[in-house]
């Protein structure tokens, strides 16, 4: 069985470049999530969707970051312009929502973005 | 409220040993409580789980313990082996929310 599969594993980008953080979902999946993970700030929830559709942005830090789901198979995370503090890991995760209870989410392996 | 508050930071046990972290939570509507595994290049994967309608919870060498009248909750790792060495990180979540509220993260080391 396919997990959740991220990509590119690794980024190294200089600031003020445009950057995507690419993911895909484990298939039948309804949930999807994109995570941010720092030493300093420990795991942070950017952005929720659920069947395609954002439903919970709070967490993105700024304007610019912008995710996008365009089907139920494929996500993407894009920062732009790109600075330094934006460096971290950023991990997708998906799940099967159902409407009585909290789910499992199933992380992939994550994307570590340096940008100098 | 929503936070949820882990420690200690850091373990370091021996071979054989009990490794234990805890977890408080303010939040009396959490009512799901999920310890993750995270090993150094991977994404958290899901460990052990339990509900509040029980107190505790084992799988394998992993028990859950929880107090709700005390909103604690912890994580017992009995005979700990090198190959548990991760970082660990409780979380909780209410109803049917999607939401997980993680902890900070104990990063356990365990010496052969």
């Known amino acids: 069985d396919a997990g959740v599969i991220q990509s590119p594993r690794h980024e190294v980008t200089e600031m003020g470049q445009e950057v995507t953080l690419r993911c895909k979902p484990i298939?039948?999946?309804?949930?999807l999530f994109w995570y941010r993970q720092t030493m300093m700030r420990g795991l942070e929830l950017l952005i929720y969707?659920?069947?395609?559709?954002?439903?919970?942005d709070s967490g993105m830090p700024e304007d610019r970051f912008s995710a996008k789901m365009p089907n139920a198979s494929f996500s993407t995370l894009k920062i732009q312009p790109s600075e330094p503090r934006d460096s971290a890991v950023y991990f997708c995760?998906?799940?099967?929502?159902?409407?009585?209870?909290?789910?499992?989410?199933?992380f992939g392996p994550g994307t570590r973005l340096t940008v100098l | 409220q929503q936070q949820v508050k882990q420690s200690p930071q850091s373990l370091i046990v021996q071979k054989g040993g009990i490794s234990i972290i805890n977890c408080a939570y303010e939040n009396t509507a959490f009512d799901y409580f999920p310890w993750y595994q995270q090993f150094p290049g991977k994404g958290p994967a899901l460990l052990i789980a339990?509900?509040?309608?029980?107190s505790e919870k084992k799988e394998g060498r992993f028990t859950i313990s929880f107090n709700k009248s005390a909103k604690q909750f912890s994580l017992h790792i009995m005979d700990s082996q090198p190959g548990d060495s991760a970082t660990y990180f409780c979380a909780a979540s209410r109803g049917s929310s999607y939401k997980l509220i993680f902890g900070s993260g104990t990063r356990l080391l365990v010496r052969p």
């Open positions: 995760a998906s799940s099967l929502w159902r409407s009585q209870a909290t789910d499992t989410q199933y």
């Open positions: 969707f659920n069947n395609n559709v954002p439903i919970d």
């Open positions: 298939s039948g999946h309804n949930s």
């Open positions: 339990i509900r509040p309608d029980v």
